[in-house]
């Protein structure tokens, strides 16, 4: 899946603290840094973890996925760049995560993230609010 004209990406270093034995990224880290570029692209759209809680809403990882196709290292430099799939009932959104070091695609990934009320309660259908600031 090619990335959204509104993607944003963010470059990052592998720390030492990220890597194995063997000086290879743990597979847990993948996620961190997914949320990294979650942040964002949520920022760059308008919605801050406080703004969205300001409107009266939460929002919740419901799903991840991670296909990896070649390894992070230690001190690799690497691309993490997000974007909007949909949006209507679930935030969907798509990662491609790029290992600048040695010029190859990392991985693809995905997470999904759902509304909740104030109460917490599962709300069916992403709020209006949100899909005005999602849509641009």
Known sequence: MKPADHAVSVELEVPFHDVDAVKIVWHGHYLKYMEIART?????????????????????????????????????????????????????????????????????????LVTVDRNGQLLYETPREIVSLLAG
């Open 40 to 112: 964002a692209l949520l920022r760059s759209r308008g919605l801050e973890v406080q703004s969205v809680i300001d409107m009266g809403f939460g929002m919740l990882v419901m799903e991840s996925k991670v296909r990896h196709v070649f390894p992070l290292h230690y001190a690799d430099r690497f691309r993490v760049t997000a974007w909007c799939v949909d949006w209507d009932h679930r935030v969907h959104i798509a990662y491609e995560i790029h290992n600048l070091t040695h010029d190859r695609r990392a991985a693809r990934a995905s997470t999904k």
